[in-house]
């Protein structure tokens, strides 16, 4: 059976580093499909410019639902978007295979480290709109491959 690794989390939490770890270290011959929030962003091209709240949302909606299209058909998918937003959650729940949400999380300080022009005035993390599985630090000394093996 097919399985959904869904990595969340803000700007610079370390999403994009846990999912290329994760599909490095799969078990199996073949490994997952990945599928990333920026990356996503380009396929869509003039779809994928907004920014607003709107605009998120409708992204982060339709990487979820190709997300749980590819698992039905088979595949294993690692996924890594920020998806802030409930309505994610709400089509995550829908999956007929298991999905795994992690959140990535990050010191305040790294976060302004890694992204400083997006986290100029972030005052700490604010409780996830959706229910995650497992919560992983990026910054307390743990490799992308210590933190996936973790999930396996």
Known sequence: MSRIFWITGVAG???SSLARALCECWPGARPPVHLDGDRWREILG??????????????GLALARLTLELAAQGLDVVTSTISAHAEIGAVL???TVP???????AAVETLQLRRPHLHRDLAGHEPWPFVVDRELWSDRGESPIELAEQLR
Request: proline share 4%; aromatic share 4%; charged share 35%.
């Open 13 to 15: 939490s370390g999403k």
């Open 46 to 59: 003039a779809l994928g410019r907004g920014y607003e709240p709107d605009d998120r949302r409708a992204i």
């Open 93 to 95: 729940e829908q999956s």
């Open 99 to 105: 999905v795994v949400r992690v959140r990535m999380l």
